[in-house]
């Protein structure tokens, strides 16, 4: 049995994760502010992870096997982490994003995403005080009402509405993975021996008219596409430059990934079954 820290993982695909491991057989305990309880059965730390003070209180002399941290978003919070796991952990799973390839991000908001996942990295990096994973996920679906970020529900409510989807003139291809596949992956990363960034994602990629296209399907209604300019904001998913994912890394290693064409449809009428009265 391994002692299990979660830091953050009361929501989403982090539940799954708690889950993964606890059928594995082991001791799992989440750490966050409190403003959610733990999935069943796990153990829970309360604690503002930038408050180095009080995470080493709240950790008292706890060690742990795996840390896998979904919630650093941060240099800053790296740091701390760095400071406060060292000797407590032999391993430490940090969920980034692919977002850390994208050379230029479209709003204020997605570039301070993408910069401190970037910082957080190379913290974590730096004269490793662990054996340390940045996982960089592909955007995440599926799940219906729990996938909290909305996007995919954009253009199965537009879409089913008849309102139009702004969409770039020639859109690039990104890359998705399914929420339950994160967690899989996440659970099995940490089980590994290997070190430093690793891409997740499903194979084939999809761009934005096809996304629309596998709505249309569901929802039985064509899409109607608003056409933007490059660098303007456009809906979600849709892409004005190279934004897709090589997979090949984490495969080499041994993780089976599935298809994006098998769990999309089925992502796709989660969404819309959440968005019924």
């Known amino acids: 049995m391994k002692r299990i820290l979660v830091i953050g993982g009361s929501r989403y695909f982090g539940k799954h994760l708690v889950t993964l491991e606890q059928d594995a057989g082991n ?24 408050d180095e003070k009080g995470l080493r209180a709240a950790l008292g002399e706890r060690t742990f096997d795996v840390v896998f941290d979904q919630v ?25 994003t692919m977002e850390v390839h994208d050379p230029a991000p479209p709003t204020p908001e997605a570039r301070a995403y993408a910069e401190g996942k970037r910082r957080a990295e190379a913290v974590l990096g730096a004269e490793p005080a662990f054996g340390h994973v940045a996982v960089r996920t592909a955007h995440v679906l599926g799940g ?13 409510e537009r879409i089913a509405a008849g309102n139009p989807v702004a969409v770039h003139e020639a859109p690039y291809p990104t890359s998705f993975i399914h929420h339950h596949e994160i967690a899989r992956f996440l659970h099995w990363a940490g089980e590994q021996d290997f070190t430093g960034p ?15 296209e596998a709505v249309a399907e569901r929802v039985g209604r064509a899409p109607r596409l608003r056409t933007v300019g490059t660098g303007a904001v456009a809906s979600p998913f849709s892409f004005d430059r190279a934004y897709a994912m090589d997979n090949g890394r984490a495969g080499a290693l041994g993780f089976p990934f599935g298809r994006l064409a098998d769990w999309l449809p089925q992502a796709i009428a989660e969404s819309a079954a959440a968005l019924r009265p």
Request: glycine letters at 12%.
């Open 144 to 156: 219906g009402r729990a996938e909290f970020t909305g996007r995919l529900a954009h253009y199965v």
């Open 72 to 96: 650093c978003y941060t240099p800053q919070q790296a740091a701390v982490a760095r400071r406060v796991f060292a000797g407590r952990t032999g391993r430490y799973v940090l969920t980034s």
């Open 27 to 50: 001791e799992v305990t989440v750490l966050n502010r409190g403003s959610a309880a733990p999935p069943r059965g796990a153990g829970h730390l309360i604690a503002d992870r930038e």
């Open 198 to 212: 690793v891409n997740a994602s499903s194979h084939g990629e999809l761009d934005v008219l096809g996304l629309c």
